[in-house]
């Protein structure tokens, strides 16, 4: 069973130029979170998708963009690439549940952006 | 404040002592409360789910949470070397937006 892919492993990018990351969400799994975490911090939730649609956002500007796929897997977009966007994105999937039920979470691996 | 508090170490300790990570929560409406790890360059890994008040017990590892003091605790016994890396502290609303602690970097030593 195949856990949470995500690609690239490692990116580096220049300021203002904007980046594309890719998860694949474990299988059977319909809902797709994206987590920025920096250095030494913990993971700062960036948005969660489910049905194609963004259904929560964190505290991310606009510049923050993402896509869910009718197979559930999901793109997340960066434009305009700052110095502080330096972290490694996290995603993570879950099986959404109907009702008060919440999701546990699964990680991928991660991907570590650096912007120079 | 921060919504989730966590000392972030580092700690150390000889193999085979008993370790106590904590982290307090300024929120009472958190329902959901996790304990991942994390080695170092890797995704965090899902360890234990508590849902409310109350101990959960896998193995060697032992969550526990009071709502009413609005703290989370993690016991890992007998700590092995590969018991080394950061933990994570996560608790969760409904509508499934994490809010992490800073984690706290552990040291098993042989």
């Known amino acids: 069973d195949a856990g949470v892919t995500q690609s690239p492993t490692h990116l580096i990018k220049t300021r203002g130029q904007q980046v594309t990351l890719r998860c694949s969400p474990k299988s059977g799994h319909d809902t797709v979170s994206w987590y920025q975490q920096a250095l030494g911090q913990g993971p700062q939730f960036i948005f969660q998708?489910?049905?194609?649609?963004?259904?929560q956002r964190g505290n991310f500007p606009d510049r923050f963009s993402g896509h869910q796929f009718p197979n559930y897997s999901s793109e997340l977009n960066v434009n305009a690439l700052l110095l502080g966007d330096s972290a490694l994105y996290l995603c993570a999937s879950s099986l959404a549940v109907r009702g008060d039920s919440t999701d546990t979470q699964y990680f991928g691996p991660g991907t570590r952006l650096t912007v120079l | 404040q921060k919504e989730v508090e966590q000392d972030p170490g580092p700690l150390s300790v000889p193999e085979g002592a008993i370790v106590s990570l904590n982290c307090t929560y300024s929120n009472s409406a958190f329902q959901y409360f996790m304990w991942y790890r994390q080695y170092s360059r890797k995704g965090p890994e899902l360890l234990m789910y508590t849902y409310s008040s109350g101990n959960k017990e896998d193995g060697r590892f032992t969550a526990q949470v009071d709502k009413s003091s609005k703290y989370i605790s993690l016991f890992i016994r007998d700590s092995q070397p590969s018991d080394s890396a950061t933990y994570l502290c996560?608790?969760?609303?409904?509508?499934?937006?994490?809010?992490f602690g800073a984690g706290t970097r552990l040291t098993v030593k042989p």
């Open positions: 998708y489910y049905e194609e649609e963004e259904r």
């Open positions: 996560a608790t969760q609303y409904n509508n499934n937006d994490m809010r």
